[in-house]
């Protein structure tokens, strides 16, 4: 049976906080910089680059935005500039972690080796009970589909159940979270638009 990795041990493998660093040294930012175009404190910016803190997704976000590259950039081992697909086999999905923002999470990236692709395809699973958090919101588009259990979304003011082949596609500019049982796996994929 394979190991379960804890959430710090897939941060360190992705490095997101020195891809940061690497691509704000490459512009030629300093952290006051990119705290004034991102709004985050160089504190938060300080801690994120040292991988201290997991940046939730849509933190992330507007810091790749930044940078101007695409979310997916953080969660590749190597990019690929050339290759004009990625293939991730049966079970191969790199977990990523997003546990300040969902803590009952695993998502795992379905297209990691992909350099500079526009959509993000995860394979979310519900380790525990997910009670609903704070709303999220960011620039760009979602699709869900339900592939085990059921699901309800709150957007904005709308509460959506969802089951088993259920689908949904949405604005991610709308304020959005989730609600669902353990055991609960479905698609997301997320698409930034420019």
Not at 166 to 184: C, F, L
Request: hydrophobic content about 35%; overall charge positive.
């Amino acid at each position: 049976m394979r190991r379960k990795r804890e959430a710090s041990e897939v941060l360190k493998e992705l490095n997101i906080g020195g891809k940061i660093r690497e691509l704000r040294l490459k512009k030629g930012y300093t952290l006051k910089d990119l705290s004034k175009i991102t709004g985050f404190s160089t504190a938060l910016l300080s801690q994120i680059e040292n991988n201290v803190v997991s940046p939730p997704i849509s933190t992330l976000w507007k810091i790749a935005e930044a940078l101007e590259v695409k979310i997916g950039y953080f969660f590749q081992e190597t990019p690929e500039e050339g290759v004009d697909y990625t293939l991730v086999r049966k079970g191969q999905g790199k977990p990523v972690s997003r546990r300040e923002t969902y803590p009952n999470v695993t998502f795992y990236s379905l297209a990691f080796g992909k350099f500079n692709r526009k959509m993000d395809p995860f394979l979310v699973v519900l380790d525990k009970d997910e009670k609903g958090m704070v709303p999220i919101s960011h620039e760009g588009e979602e699709f869900l589909y339900i592939l085990e259990g059921n699901l309800k979304l709150v957007l904005g003011n709308t509460e959506l159940e969802l089951e088993s082949g259920d689908s949904v596609y949405y604005d991610s500019r709308v304020p959005h979270y989730i609600e669902g049982k353990r055991g609960t796996k479905f698609l997301a994929v997320v698409l930034k638009v420019e």
